[in-house]
Nanobody
């Protein structure tokens, strides 16, 4: 499985941004996909996740009501729509996919929120 993330950039506080992650390869084996982020000096944290078999989603409390995770199966793409962005959302955002045996990571895309 290969993951290609894109869509990061610079946005003002209160603005919106959507990041995308295109999956390729043995995508039929993926049972979980998620977005993580890592801010400078902090540990990587799970922001949002989707279970591929059911489509059920979950987001971290810190972004609940502002961020939405979704997927387009026809495009093999997962999205993270980020609204009402705050400076503390500044981080490198990584897409993640898991199969029964392996954990895959995309290269990360930088999101910078200015105050």
């Amino acid at each position: 499985v290969q993951l290609q993330a894109s869509g990061g950039g610079l946005v003002q506080a209160g603005g919106s941004l959507r990041v995308s992650c295109v999956a390729s390869g043995s995508i039929f084996s993926i049972n979980f996909m998620g977005w993580y982020r890592q801010a400078p000096g902090k540990q990587r944290e799970l922001v949002a996740a989707i279970i591929t078999s059911s489509g059920s989603t979950n987001v971290a409390d810190s972004v609940k009501g502002r961020f939405t995770i979704s997927r387009d199966n026809a495009k093999n793409t997962m999205y993270l729509q980020m609204n009402s962005l705050k400076p503390e959302d500044t981080a490198v955002y990584y897409c993640n996919a898991r199969t029964t045996f392996t954990n895959y990571w995309g290269q990360g895309t930088l999101v910078t929120v200015s105050s």
